[in-house]
């Protein structure tokens, strides 16, 4: 797929999370190997935030000492630990220089020849907790985070950029009346998906890309238009394609490797 996307000249890759099955820090150099090796290991070409998969190991979180462990501030730790590593091998792919590695969220302007587009990265990574967080899967993005960008300046260093929220959990799931689905989107769903989506809103963004939950889709929320990219479990061939132009102008489409 790498090697299509320099056929195709994709300006810019974005990676909105679980670049690895589970927790395995020995992996993550061959990824960065693996982007370097076709040219997409540069703060120009890719931009990436962390899943779930990235950062919590289920069988890790399950044994008893963890299970057992009456201290919520321990596991946020552990996974702030985690973060950290995740930053130390793929962060200037997020923030930029050393100066700016420091964690969430982060905001990322390229400027091109006829758009100028600007990220903005949220961890929604949410610590694995055996009643509120059984499956490692719910996500919620940290209020600091949210109060951050809600800060006048960032509205202003956004002014003229086509805006794209990066954040790993969806916004929707099934969301249906279903008894089974409703109880499936409780373990996927994105806790503070309103706060979140208020901030957004508040920044004039454009367009949300989301992963997670393994599906190619598009949908709509309070005006912003969001994309699923999907996952190569449930399609290795597939990705999503955005063309970008003057003035806001969007398209977006799946694109299957022939």
């Not at 990824?31 to 076709?38: A, F, P, S, V």
């Not at 990574?125 to 960032?154: K, Y």
Request: overall charge neutral; glycine content about 8%; aromatic content about 12%.
């Amino acid at each position: 797929m790498l090697r299509h996307f320099n056929e195709r000249k994709i300006d810019h890759l974005v990676i909105t999370g679980d670049l690895f099955d589970t927790y395995l820090p020995a992996e993550w150099p061959v990824m960065r190997e693996k982007l370097m090796e076709y040219d997409f290991c540069s703060w120009e070409r890719t931009t990436l935030i962390p899943g779930n998969h990235d950062l919590i190991s289920i069988e890790e979180e399950m044994r008893i000492y963890n299970a057992l462990n009456p201290f919520p501030g321990s596991r946020k730790r552990a996974l702030q630990d985690r973060l950290s590593g995740f930053f130390a091998v793929f962060g200037d792919l997020m923030g930029g220089d050393s100066e700016l590695r420091k964690g969430f969220p982060y905001v990322k302007v390229l400027r091109f020849p006829l758009v100028s587009l600007a990220f903005v990265g949220v961890n929604s990574v949410w610590p694995w907790h055996r009643s509120d967080n059984p499956l490692g899967a719910r996500g919620f993005v940290d209020p600091a985070e949210l109060r951050a960008l809600s800060q006048p300046g960032v509205a202003e260093a956004l002014r003229g950029s086509f805006v794209i929220g990066l954040c790993h959990h969806a916004l929707r799931v099934y969301g249906t009346s279903s008894p089974i689905d409703q109880a499936f989107d409780w373990t996927m769903e994105l806790i503070n998906r309103d706060e979140y989506l208020a901030v957004m809103q508040a920044l004039r963004t454009n367009v949300i890309l989301h992963g997670h939950f393994h599906r190619f889709q598009t949908y709509a929320m309070g005006g912003v238009q969001i994309v699923n990219g999907g996952s190569f479990r449930y399609g290795p061939d597939r990705y999503s394609e955005m063309v970008i132009g003057k003035e806001g102008s969007f398209a977006q489409r799946f694109v299957t490797l022939s």
